[in-house]
């Protein structure tokens, strides 16, 4: 059964950092595309940072562009995302995907009509002061 944990959420002030993880289990992540995905109350899903695990491209979203980065460790199986200069907008339940062929790490972001291989049950990021 391919499953995907999250962690490393929680309440941060703004202008603070956070790393969060997206362990996969049950399947490798090589040859896999992931993502990272947001959703705040009453606000549609938005794609953050994508990734291919075979050769590292990455993609972010503007509205993270230059604050997030998105790695990969295959050894362990594990996706992070690293979210620096955090601001109360970003504050959302962070879910990450997965999507069969690594290629498809761009759209895995920008198209929302993707049936996923795997989807977490999601971390919550809180920026408040």
């Known amino acids: 059964q391919l499953q995907l944990v999250e962690s490393g959420g929680g309440l941060v002030q703004p202008g603070g950092s956070l790393r969060l993880s997206c362990a996969a289990s049950?399947?490798?992540?090589?040859?896999?595309?992931i993502g990272w995905f947001r959703q705040a109350p009453g606000k549609e899903r938005e794609g953050v940072s994508c990734?291919?695990?075979?050769?590292?491209?990455?993609y972010s979203a503007d509205s993270v562009k230059g604050r997030f980065t998105i790695s990969r460790d295959n050894a362990k199986n594990t996706v992070y995302l690293q979210m620096n200069s955090l601001k109360p907008e970003d504050t959302a339940v962070y879910h990450c995907?997965?999507?069969?062929?690594?290629?498809?790490?761009?759209?895995?972001?920008?198209?929302?009509?993707?049936?996923?291989?795997?989807w977490g049950q999601g971390t919550q990021v809180t920026v408040s002061s």
């Open positions: 049950g399947f490798t992540l090589d040859a896999y595309a």
């Open positions: 995907a997965a999507l069969s062929g690594s290629w498809y790490y761009v759209r895995l972001c920008q198209d929302l009509g993707f049936e996923y291989d795997a």
């Open positions: 990734i291919s695990t075979t050769n590292g491209a990455t």
